[in-house]
């Protein structure tokens, strides 16, 4: 079955950096987009980035644009969110999944969580 395992998640200070890094398994990763996602305490999940199967196009939500960058190593079947310029609204769980413009219906992992404070 599908499943995927999140980590990389802590407590930084505005301005630095973290990694995500999403595991995946049960599925033939290399054929797959994959997402990340983040949920902010009282708010909606979002989509924050996200990278193709095909030919490695990106996509990123505004609000992370320049500051964020996906990437893929398919030999690993991982996915990573590397985070620089870290702001305090960026604190959120975030969470991959499959899929590009919106999450195929598979199971959520449990999530990393990122928390920037001073």
């Known amino acids: 079955q599908v499943q995927v395992v999140e980590s990389g998640g802590g407590l930084v200070q505005p301005g630095g950096s973290l990694r995500l890094s999403c595991a995946a398994s049960?599925?033939?990763?290399?054929?797959?987009?994959m997402s990340w996602y983040r949920q902010a305490p009282g708010k909606e999940r979002v989509l924050v980035a996200a990278i193709s199967a095909v030919n490695g196009g990106t996509n990123y939500a505004a609000s992370v644009k320049g500051r964020f960058t996906i990437s893929r190593d398919n030999a690993k079947n991982t996915v990573y969110l590397q985070m620089n310029s870290l702001k305090f609204e960026d604190t959120a769980v975030y969470y991959c999944?499959?899929?590009?413009?919106?999450?195929?219906?598979?199971?959520w992992g449990q999530g990393t969580q990122v928390t920037v404070s001073a």
């Open positions: 999944i499959r899929g590009y413009s919106g999450p195929y219906s598979d199971p």
């Open positions: 049960g599925f033939t990763f290399s054929s797959f987009p």
